[in-house]
């Protein structure tokens, strides 16, 4: 488990619900936008967040911090390339 990071990212309504329910941390906060929710949530950083968040699909996009918006950019990139035919 790494460092403490301060996770900003857009969230479907429905990943809301199920975050209301079972929150990912204890100062987690929702936002309610025109379209979606955004969450913010300071995190634990390593690989299971990675996990998670690749996991939830187009029902979230990181906004910050940068770098890790930029990392999970290129791993979705890489793995929809492997679709093309």
């Known amino acids: 488990q790494g460092e403490g990071l301060e996770l900003q990212a857009w969230i479907s309504d429905a ?3 199920q975050l209301r329910e079972a929150p990912l ?12 929710h955004r969450l913010r949530a300071t995190v634990s ?10 996991s ?7 906004e910050q911090p940068r770098e890790l918006r930029e990392e999970i950019a290129r791993t979705l990139a890489k793995a929809a ?4 035919d």
Request: glycine letters at 12%.
């Open 15 to 17: 990943l809301a619900r």
């Open 81 to 84: 390339a492997l679709y093309r």
């Open 45 to 54: 950083d390593g690989w299971p967040l990675r996990w998670w968040l690749l």
């Open 25 to 36: 941390t204890a100062d987690m906060q929702l936002t309610a936008q025109e379209q979606g």
């Open 56 to 62: 939830q699909g187009d029902g979230l996009v990181v």
